[in-house]
């Protein structure tokens, strides 16, 4: 079985390059790999290593693996193949590099709300498609919610999603699925359906619009509850910029009972188109969420990372947003009994009765209250673990009688990849045994795509990629046949090329044409007599006169190019037609030292006075560069490669 620290760098199935961890979750964790065969970024899905030998979850994996891998649709994040390697059970999927709605949500909410409506719309379309397969996604949460590059919202990570009517999958009696998302009957054990996926997007909506999660607490279990009992705030009280209509959508969608949500996902999109075009939404029977009628008593303000308590909270669960209003109902007039009356002497002794009784019980129950907090009132302080190795902060953490919470991970400048970077609690805070230390650990930047800044201004060219998340590199003014001066018209990398995030990224900026009294072949002299050869032109095989040419000939090595051959370099050869024939016939050829000789023929053999053609010749040592007109030389430049970038003769 593959180790877990063997996984990075190493190469599934003969084909998938494996770079570095991205995320993780129960069952699997999650890397950014390479196709080499198809040279294209990939993630892979990789089953933990102690999972592998449970046949159970292997079975599953692949199972489910092996469904999802039927689904095509724009909104879906694409699964490429699955298989085993070397015992390491793995899915490879569509890699898309952009932040995911759960980190948008952090950085930017409340969004604004034709963004959420997009989201919402290209989610119900997912949900949709998928459930007329018979596959219910189960963790429908913004953190599986992700973008490519052109802004549409897919969803990702089916690989819980169960065949729709097939008894839910549990992993020892723990219900899977994110507890702040997960519907009241997957959190009772019941299996999970369709309409357990529109209370999870509900969930995502709510959170996208106010920026807050509807319920929180200390353990699952206790999220598990109160998704099973009460009713969240209202939307619109955490974010009044709310119209009633979206509030209502939300609501309906997070009913607790499945009856009372919407019947299906095309259901819930329907009225989120109504939303999108300002209309109203369908009100009829169920009760609107008014900040007097629905809030819950405001909780007292808590860390976003808590340590592990056992919360008590005994009150009656408050009504769904979707029970009809009962009518009031008048009271009955009570019968007055005399003071003295047997009767009222009996409801005394009962009274009574039932205090002493009361009382009794609370004395237990404090004195059990006091028996658990004695047995559990250790407290430790938290380990400082920035700065160490994930498994080292896990060791340390665990060591100290505490465990490792939730795993975010996001680039970072100053920690090299593998680093923790925060920690919550802080170190040295005092948090009950057992508690959960949440990390952040650094990762290697996001890889971005590279634009196309040729054509615009320096200024223009710079703005471009820092908007990118890129940076202007090395600049380089050369003379330029056709290019005003000022104009980027040379660029590397090449334009829809992958890089990190914070690549330099050099140009070559034109100085307009060289000036007319220095071409490239100079014309022959009125008096007959003879010019001195320049480099660039031909000489003639007996009198060591130039030969007259034609067309304008610039060779320009571009020197912002990065190939990982050291060796390598890139000449452009940029032919500009002169004179007035039409349809000129004129070919490029050049030859290495090692005698191969390659022709590529310009404009399709018929270029036209004042057009413009460029050739890139990529080669290493000497190299004989020609251009031919109607089959006459009529330009040689001889370039001496040295080993070191950028330098010839």
Known sequence: MRGERSVEGSLIAGRYRVDHLIGEGGVARVYRGTDETLDRRVAVKILR??????????????????????????????????????????????????????EI?????????????????????????????????R??????????????????????AAAAGEAGLTDDGKVLGSAHYISPEQAQGAPAGPLSDIYSLGVTLYE????????????????????????????????PDIPPAAEFLIMKAMSRDPQRRYRSADEVKADVLKLQRGMDLDHTGVMQPTPDATMQLPRAAQP??????????????????????????????????????????????????????????AVVWLMRAAFYDDTQAATLDVPNVRGLTEQEARDQIEQR????????????????AGRVIEQAPEPGQLVPAGSEVDLVIAIGRRDVSVPDVTGTRLDRAQSLL?????????????????????????????PGTRVDEGTAISVSVSKGPEAEEAPANAEEPADGGAEPPREGTVQDGGGGQAVAADPYVDVRENRGYRPEDPSLRLFNVTVVAKGEQSDQDIEVRWRDEGGTTLTQQLGGGAMQPGQTETVEIRTQGTV?????????????DTKHVSGSQGSNE
Do not use: W
Not at 466 to 484: I, R
């Open 401 to 416: 009688g505490l465990i490792v919470g939730d795993i975010e991970r996001r680039p970072d400048d100053n920690q090299p």
């Open 624 to 636: 004989t560069i020609e251009v031919m007109q109607n089959d006459r030389v009529v330009f040689t």
């Open 208 to 239: 996208a619009l106010t920026g807050r999660l509807p319920f929180d607490g200390e353990t699952a279990a206790d999220i598990a509850a109160q998704h099973l009992r009460e009713t969240p705030r209202s939307p619109r009280s955490l974010n």
């Open 466 to 494: 820092e908007a990118q998340g890129l940076t202007l590199g090395k600049v380089e003014e050369f003379f330029h046949a056709t290019e005003p001066a000022g104009i980027v018209y040379d660029q590397e990398p090449r």
């Open 49 to 102: 290593p102690e999972l592998s030998d449970r046949q159970d979850v292997v079975a599953r994996f692949r199972r489910e693996a092996h469904d999802a891998a039927k689904l095509n649709h724009p909104n879906i994040v694409q699964i490429y193949d699955t298989g085993v390697d070397e015992g390491s059970y793995y899915i490879v999927m569509e890699y898309l590099p952009e932040l995911n709605l759960k």
């Open 105 to 137: 949500i952090k950085r930017y909410a409340p969004l604004p709300l034709d963004k959420v409506v997009e989201v919402g719309i290209a989610c119900c379309d997912a949900l949709s498609y998928a459930h007329r397969q018979g596959l219910v996604h």
């Open 304 to 361: 976003a990372m808590r340590s592990t308590q056992v919360r008590r909270d005994l009150s009656p669960p408050p009504r769904d947003y979707s029970e009809p209003v009962a009518a009031p109902t008048r009271p009955m007039p009570r019968r007055e009994e005399p003071e003295d009356s047997p009767a009222r002497a009996a409801l005394v002794g009962v009274g009574v009765g039932l205090l002493a009784l009361l009382v009794i019980v």
């Open 139 to 160: 963790d429908v949460k913004p953190a599986n919610v992700l973008f490519s590059d052109d802004g549409r919202a897919k969803l990702s990570d089916f690989g819980i």
